[in-house]
């Protein structure tokens, strides 16, 4: 599995490990968690075609 962090996503996951946000942080993680979950669905959707 890849995740593939834009630009914007590396600089907000960035400052919250800098301002010692742990709030951002799990919020960043449960996103990153999200899309991962997404693309494996897509991923085992598409071996049952």
């Excluded at 593939?4 to 996103?31: C, H, N, S, W, Y």
């Amino acid at each position: 599995m890849v995740l593939t962090l834009t630009p914007e996503d590396f600089q907000r996951m960035k400052m919250a490990v800098l301002e010692g946000d742990e709030q951002e942080a799990l919020k960043i993680v449960k996103e990153y968690i999200k899309r991962l979950d997404q693309q494996a669905q897509a991923g085992m959707k598409s071996h049952l075609r």
